[in-house]
T-cell receptor, first 110, second 114 residues
C-alpha cells in the first residue's frame, strides 16, 4: 500500500492560514488523496479529496503537486475549532484498505 | 451530509463478558463498512472490512473469533468483542462508505474492560 508522510504537529495563530504538507512519493495513478480530521474523542470527519486537480470546498483547499508525489491541505483561516489531528490518506480506485498514518496535530492559539 | 450512528458511545464491562457495538448508516445504504480501533494518542488501526451479506475480511493479526463482525443489512454492521479482557480496552470506530467517495465515521465507542 502506498504510504503518506506528514509532520507530527503544526501550530498556527487563530485567523491565519495553515498549510499542512503530505508526501506520498509511491502514489499510484489510481490513488485518490483524501484528508480527514479527528477532534478529541470523536470519529474522524471528511475534509476534502482529489485525484489530480486542485480542489476547494467550504472547509479547505487541496493543492496537489503536478507529479502527485505530494499535496498540501490549506485551511484558509484557522479557528479554535480546527484544532485536530489531520490525516492524509491514499485511497485506491477499488476502495481497498483505507489505512491511517500518524497524522498531523494542528494546534491553534488565540 | 450522511450520518453514521454508533452505539454505545461508552461501555464498561467485566473481564470475560462479550460486548456488541452497533454501527448504522442512517440515511444511506452502505454495502461496505470498516471497523477501526484506536489507542490513546495513536492513529486508527484498521481491523476489518465488512461487506453486506458476506464474511468480513480481517487485517493481519486481528483475531476473527475474538472480534465477530456481522453485516446483515445495508444499514447495520455489528462488532462483538467476545470474552473481553483488559487488553481489549480501546476506542472502536466504525465507518461506512458513501456513494460520493467519502467515508463517514461513527462517533466511536470507548470500551473499558475491568
Amino acid at each position: 500500500d502506498a504510504k503518506t508522510t506528514q509532520p507530527n504537529s503544526m501550530e498556527s495563530n487563530e485567523e491565519e492560514p495553515v498549510h499542512l504538507p503530505c508526501n506520498h512519493s509511491t502514489i499510484s495513478g489510481t490513488d485518490y488523496i483524501h484528508w480527514y480530521r479527528q477532534l478529541p474523542s470523536q470519529g474522524p470527519e471528511y475534509v476534502i479529496h482529489g485525484l489530480t486537480s486542485n480542489v476547494n470546498n467550504r472547509m479547505a483547499s487541496l493543492a496537489i503537486a503536478e507529479d502527485r508525489k505530494s499535496s498540501t491541505l490549506i485551511l484558509h483561516r484557522a479557528t479554535l475549532r480546527d484544532a485536530a489531528v489531520y490525516y492524509c490518506i491514499l485511497r485506491d480506485d477499488d476502495w481497498g484498505k483505507l489505512q491511517f498514518g500518524a497524522g498531523t496535530q494542528v494546534v491553534v492559539t488565540p | 451530509g450522511a450520518v453514521v450512528s454508533q452505539h454505545p458511545s461508552r461501555v464498561i464491562c467485566k473481564s470475560g463478558t462479550s460486548v456488541k457495538i452497533e454501527c448504522r448508516s442512517l440515511d444511506f445504504q452502505a454495502t461496505t463498512m470498516f471497523w477501526y480501533r484506536q489507542f490513546p494518542k495513536k492513529s486508527l488501526m484498521l481491523m476489518a472490512t465488512s461487506n453486506e451479506g458476506s464474511k468480513a475480511t480481517y487485517e493481519q493479526g486481528v483475531e476473527k473469533d475474538k472480534f465477530l463482525i456481522n453485516h446483515a443489512s445495508l444499514t447495520l454492521s455489528t462488532l462483538t468483542v467476545t470474552s473481553a479482557h483488559p487488553e481489549d480496552s480501546s476506542f472502536y470506530i466504525c465507518s461506512a462508505r458513501g456513494t460520493d467517495e467519502k467515508l463517514f465515521f461513527g462517533s466511536g465507542t470507548q470500551l473499558s474492560v475491568l
